[in-house]
């Protein structure tokens, strides 16, 4: 009985097979199946990794690595043997080779992704790796993603004493937050004002006003700096992280115009029009009305001049000189290079680490408009 | 009597263009109004410094000359810098600088090819992966799309940093690596000065491609494609399904609908990327300084790293002055040359 089931069982088997050949699509069953077999296999190498070299065994030299490479592994084996595990039921059951198919090509697909993001993250795995080495070698002795007796002890020697001047890690961050938020509130209000009027209004000089904050973009970021030296020391605004938040504010407009007054160019005029016919002033539909629906874009442009002022470099270790206005990008510049043969890379890495940490949350969280957004002032502009 | 009543009330002719004439005024005076404060701040951050710097050019400017402050400003202004008319111009041209292997036309060479061979790189791996990430039914999709953009996420001169640390020769990422996949890992990639590529003409160089070009070429690509992806991912979504489905049934390959459909169809948004692209990638300087330094010898100089150095350390004010004059106007020329060539191969604007 149980032989005859087995023999059956066979057959359809081959019968599923035959057809696909039939049907030229001999490769994806193949494919399910293989994919399929190595997806249970890595699961459990995952597990041995996981149970037996990590938390089991005493005597080997990096168990907390052990663990996350099983973890990580166990989770992917598991995830592809449960996708493969129905797409073989769907073969096998209800000869469904279309999704096999379609599970194929997207595989083929993310195996390229794959290696795309492995390129991707390899420095910056590097990197995390190397910060997280407490050993102390002042240089990486080897590639290991997490190394041996892993700390955050080169966290806590930069945020005590991130440079040779005597400055803490929350005045440098106060610093770079003061001059990034200056620049980022700049750009949007005087961005947004300015693309306002040059998207809703007709004035002599529109096209030329619009095209002279293109300039910007291509005058050498060295070339300005003499001129600047002079103006701010005249003003008394050198020193200062005021006068670096309004230069840096002329860096980020270019991009805050454009991008704002392509945001703007898709927002229906209509609803302006029946604010004004309810008696609002132009100043006060642009406030009440427009402003409100522009949030997208003025949060992107928020983010790209928070960007510019948080990792500009040459204007701020031209014109600062008081160590308690320092910023982060010159601390960190202070860490690699000429100036740096002492400092262990991997307090390089933990401050490069940290410096990245806040503008990659910004990108997370506005990544939705960042896509919508930048698109729409791209076609508009 | 009505009716003289109403030609009463209707504005005569002069009455009504002095009218539209005001009307028109006051909107432009309210326009204005918006745009003060932007024009204010570029008037005095980016104007101010060009003019500034358009003077200097024509001098013998020096670190004297820069310390004005309220207490030496009389003493400046009786003092200015000797005026030198176009001899700091000649200077740059022809290398009369005491700087090592200094040779205008081959950086001005390099910096071309450098933004060139980068912007395409970012477009063509840019679109290539968004039209991946754009495959329907793929798992994992919003996984990739935020892990691509670290790159872009993070600040250039952080990245900059790393890169010069992951080609380091001893202890860099990159040796470690192929050192662990048995390949040789003891390339000198930031320090080898014989060039892979060395032209010259008439005992002029005029390109001088050391293996650092890489090092430097790699980062940059590595940290500007994910840009190029979402300009591409936006312009990907905005593509009716219908237009492939048409194509379909009409018989055209997948390598006929991505040269006849997509590209046509995504090329109105990708046009103003690449021209921001070209801008920003031919005055990329964070890469450069903080990958390569310049080095070695010099070779990898590009034009804004050059000018900053130029004054710091160099102090040379009027030659660094004449020398990012000249790059402003390569790139103004520049972007008419790349805006005229977009637009004129364009037939999708009309």
Known sequence: MATTLQQAQQQEDQNTFERARTEGALLPVIWTVVVFGLSVIVTFVGLYLMVARGFLMSGVVNPLGNVIGGLVLVALGAVNTNRYRKLMVGIFQYADFKSARLAMRADVVQALLIIV??????????????????????????????????????????????????VTFLRLLINSLLVAGGTAVGAVVVGTSA???????DFPGRRAGMLSFVI???????????????????????????GLAIAYTSTALPFAIWNMKGFIDSLPYELEEAAQIDGCNRTEAFIRVVLPLAVPGMAVTAMMGFLTGWSEFILAWTFLSDPSTFTLPMVLRGMVGQYASGTPWSQFSAMALLMSIPPVVFFFFLQRYLIGGLAVGGVKG | MTTVAQSEGRPTDTNFQADAR???????????????????????ITFYPIGYQIYMSFTDFTIGN???????????????????WLENYVRVITGDLALTNYSFVRILTFNLLWTFVNVFLHVAIGI????ALDTKDLPNKRLYRSLFVIPWALPSLVSGMIWANMWHDRFGGVNLLLQRLGLPGDTRWLLETQPFVDISIAGEPVLVLPLAFIAALVANVWLGWPFMMVIATGALQSIPREVYEAAEVDGASKWQQFWRITLPLIRPAMVPAVMIGIMLTFNQFNVIFFVTGGGPLGLTEILVTQGFKLVN???????????????FFILVVLTLITNRVSRATEPYYA
């Open chain 1, 117 to 166: 993001l492995l390129t991707v993250m390899f420095p910056v795995l590097w990197i995390l790796s190397m910060s997280l080495d407490p050993r102390d070698f002042s240089r990486p002795q080897g590639l290991t993603i997490i190394p041996p007796a892993a700390s955050l002890q080169a966290f806590s020697e930069v945020l005590t004493q991130p440079s040779p001047n005597d």
């Open chain 1, 195 to 201: 693309a306002y009027a040059f998207s809703r209004m």
């Open chain 1, 216 to 242: 910007v973009l291509m005058i050498p970021p060295g070339a300005t700096l003499a001129p600047l030296f002079v103006l701010l020391n005249i003003v008394g605004l050198r020193t200062s992280l005021v």
């Open chain 2, 22 to 44: 005001r009307r028109k005024w006051r909107q432009a005076g309210l326009a204005y109004l918006y745009i003060l404060p932007a024009a204010l701040i570029m008037i005095f």
């Open chain 2, 66 to 84: 820069l310390r004005i402050d309220t207490a030496t400003v009389l003493p400046t202004l009786l003092n200015p810098p000797e005026f030198l």
């Open chain 2, 128 to 131: 290539a992966i968004a039209i």
């Open chain 2, 313 to 327: 350390p160099q102090n040379l004010f009027g030659v660094a002055s004449a020398f990012n004059i000249i790059v």
